[in-house]
């Protein structure tokens, strides 16, 4: 009874985190602070936002209007679809919490997860609707679905520097900055991923040469 209780308490404190993120996305500065600083918010709910964010694109691919998307899925990867979400989103998380640790920032590299996904929050809720709306709108109205869709993204990323803001503690101005140099770091990672593979991939195709040439004196 006590085990279901519990479970039925966590099931409840998900369901009010992932509500809050409706706050958050229209009281930004209140609502971030209190997600993390209050507690308010949970990895659970920023899972389900990430999830529901990658699902949003997927089906926009499938069942958006031929009007406003036309995919030749023979040329499209699933997964490599899915990774260019979420390995932006990782080095995002990890440059920025290590950048703004540098200059006293005060999340944690969870909470910038976090929030982050809290602030993807309109991406899914705008998306959604929109892939039905498509199939409504003729070519002379493509201008509302542009706009809608470019909402969706720009309400997003300023919710994403809103929370970066309240959970590291700067004003505004430093979190622009701070976002800046989180691009430059990021770029820098992909640098020297790049640069490591190439030297992997170098090292390996060297052995097996090795490997070849000893065969074929054998």
Known sequence: MTASLTRKEKFDRYL??????????????????????????????ANTILILTLLARILKLQYTSFLFIRVYWPEINIFLYVASVLFPLGLWCVCNWGLTTLFDGKGRLSQVYMATCYGMTPYPLIQFPLIIFSHFVTVDEAEFYTVLSALSL????????????????????????????????MLVMIFILLLFFSMISQGIAYFISIGKEILFRM
């Open 16 to 45: 009010k985190s992932l509500k809050f993120a409706l706050y958050c996305i229209t009281h930004p500065f209140d609502g971030f602070w209190d997600l993390t600083h209050e507690k308010r918010g949970t990895i659970a709910a």
């Open 154 to 185: 720009v309400w997003a990323a300023l919710l994403i520097l809103a929370a970066m803001s309240q959970i590291h503690e700067y004003k505004m101005s430093k979190t622009i900055v701070a976002t800046i140099a989180t691009g430059f770091g």
